[in-house]
């Protein structure tokens, strides 16, 4: 009877331990073929229709033909300096606030903090990014005009603006519970060495969660990199290099997002796309490289 028992145990435990053992490498498998994809459909760009690589990542001449035989220019400049000013500004607008966030919720009120403060965080993250857009059409949109004296709202400060509350769930509750790990002994020992709570927050735990702090603002990077309906309803979309937080431009997620239904199959403005979504991609994996190497980082300083 135990010798069923025991067998009966063994094949639960073999065939759970398969069954995750598949499933985790079904997910290595797709994220290898959806990159396979990309760069079979991307590298058209330059193998088919004969652009070089400098000239699709540093000229900002974008008008690539709608047909097989190609002749157009694929610049994409103007959608990645889109991109990053938009991203960049999100998050220097984000992280000052999330991380004060983090630090109210874990050291200055931690039971109100989990109780009340955590979960109306969470809430903006399920709110879909149409809302944002919306929101920020109707409400920010006019004023900025009103505020700055601008005949047109839209603009890069709007979409930045959009972004970092977008982005602000997501930085605010990592670096919330990589602060939260900080061992106590940490903070009394730096009680009994004489310091404040301040100054214990700022030079002893903040420190060492800093890992965990710096892999929330990457993935809140991440996050705003690959938005696209909220930033194109507030952008502005023009075809144009950004000069200043209140120009018009597009990014390269809102480029694809408004073109990609209507080019024609196989022609040169399709290949341009996805060689815009293989730059995405690849923007992703070094997100992704970034936030091993600073854990890789913390977890040698920690041994």
Not at 49 to 68: K, N, R, V, Y
Not at 118 to 126: C, S
Not at 256 to 276: D, F, H, P, R, V
Request: hydrophobic share 50%; with cysteine; proline share 3%.
């Amino acid at each position: 009877m135990k010798t069923k028992r025991m067998q009966g145990m063994f094949c639960k435990e073999y065939g759970w331990r398969g069954l995750t053992i598949f499933f985790g490498l079904f997910v290595i498998v797709l994220t290898i073929i959806i990159g396979a994809f990309l760069v079979y459909k991307g590298s058209d760009t330059f193998l088919t229709f004969g652009h070089t690589i400098w000239e699709f990542l540093g000229s900002a001449q974008w008008d690539p033909a709608d047909s097989a035989e190609g002749g157009g220019q694929t610049g994409a400049l103007i959608f990645i300096a889109g991109s990053l000013t938009t991203c960049g500004l999100a998050l220097a607008i984000a992280t000052p606030f999330a991380l004060g966030s983090a630090v109210f919720m874990t050291e200055i009120s931690p039971e109100f903090g989990e109780k009340f403060y955590r979960p109306i965080v969470e809430i903006f993250a399920g709110i879909p990014s149409v809302v944002y857009g919306w929101v920020g059409l109707t409400v920010l949109i006019p004023a900025i005009k009103t505020i700055f004296h601008r005949q047109v709202g839209h603009s890069v400060l709007a979409a930045g603006l959009v972004l970092a509350v977008m982005i602000f769930p997501t930085i605010t509750t990592v670096s919330a519970d990589a602060i939260a790990s900080v061992s106590q002994e940490c903070r009394n020992a730096a009680y009994g060495l004489g310091s404040t709570r301040w100054q214990t927050i700022w030079r002893v735990v903040i420190p060492a969660s800093s890992s965990g702090i710096i892999t929330g603002i990457i993935l809140g990077l991440a996050r705003a990199f690959g938005e696209a309906l909220a930033v194109a309803m507030v952008i502005g979309q023009t075809t144009a290099i950004p000069t200043s937080i209140f120009s018009t431009t597009k990014t390269l997620t809102t480029e694809i997002a408004a073109q990609m239904g209507n080019a024609m199959e196989g022609g040169e403005l399709k290949s341009a796309l996805w060689t815009m979504a293989l730059l995405l991609f690849l923007i992703s994996l070094l997100f992704i490289t970034l936030i091993h190497h600073v854990s890789g980082n913390q977890d040698k300083e920690e041994k």
